[in-house]
């Protein structure tokens, strides 16, 4: 079965750090993996899209890697703010043309 | 450009009785999603269009759910008779599609909060 795990479910921080939330699938034949940002009673923001072929992906202040071998992606935030405040969710497609499998999310809090 | 579009935002309804969600893609947006997100859950997907024919709709409850999206634009889900466990985010995503599901990269709505009490 195909399926999406983000540990830890929670994590808190002190601005200005740097922190790491962790993405896991089972199945390394995946098609593209996608990183979401959900404030609180509002909807997906989308923030990185990774295709197989890619080991990388920058915007801003975030990097989002992908290990297929290892089943794994990482989403690394620098000098974190009290605005990242927010759940973070990890999404894989692993067939062209099907839809997203999303893990239950990894929520942050950063305090200042 | 304008993002998806969804309506309502909130809606309360007693068991059994029905509701119907709509929503708007981007413009061009060949493929449609719906998605039920349960509290503290990931989303879940219910049904995904391309244009307007059904590619996946395993994990839609038929005997109560139903949705459609006539002319491969618009999209409505529809409940009846809702349920307690109904409670959700129902949310709604399109992305480009085309040649062998290529440009999957997907954008959501803003959501609709269903309350059954």
């Known amino acids: 079965k195909q399926e999406v795990t983000q540990i830890p479910a929670a994590l808190s921080v002190p601005e200005g750090e740097n922190l790491v939330l962790n993405c896991s699938f089972t199945?390394?034949?995946?098609?593209?993996l996608q990183w979401f940002r959900q404030d609180p009673g509002k909807g997906l923001t989308s923030l990185l899209l990774?295709?197989?072929?890619?080991r990388e992906q920058t915007s801003g202040r975030l990097n989002a890697s992908l290990d297929k071998s290892s089943g794994r992606s990482t989403l690394y935030i620098a000098a974190s703010q009290p605005g990242d405040s927010a759940t973070y969710l990890c999404?894989?497609?692993?067939?062209?043309?099907?839809?997203?499998?999303f893990g239950k999310g990894t929520t942050l809090s950063v305090s200042s | 450009e304008a993002g998806v579009a969804q309506s309502p935002r909130y809606k309360i309804i007693e068991k059994r009785q029905s509701v119907a969600f709509w929503c708007n893609p981007i413009?061009?947006?060949?493929?449609l999603y719906w998605y039920q997100q349960i509290l503290g859950q990931g989303p879940k997907l219910l049904i995904q269009?391309?244009?307007?024919?059904?590619?996946?709709d395993s994990q839609l409850p038929k005997d109560r759910f139903s949705a459609e999206r006539l002319k491969g634009v618009d999209s409505t889900l529809k409940i009846q008779p809702a349920k307690l466990e109904d409670s959700a985010v129902y949310l709604c995503?399109?992305?480009?599609?085309?040649?062998?599901?290529?440009?999957?990269?997907?954008?959501f709505g803003q959501g609709t909060r269903l309350t059954v009490v």
């Open positions: 995503a399109s992305s480009m599609g085309g040649v062998q599901g290529a440009n999957t990269e997907a954008f």
């Open positions: 199945d390394s034949a995946i098609y593209n």
């Open positions: 990774i295709q197989s072929s890619q």
């Open positions: 999404a894989v497609t692993w067939q062209a043309g099907t839809a997203l499998i």
């Open positions: 413009s061009g947006h060949a493929t």
């Open positions: 269009f391309q244009n307007n024919g059904v590619v996946d």
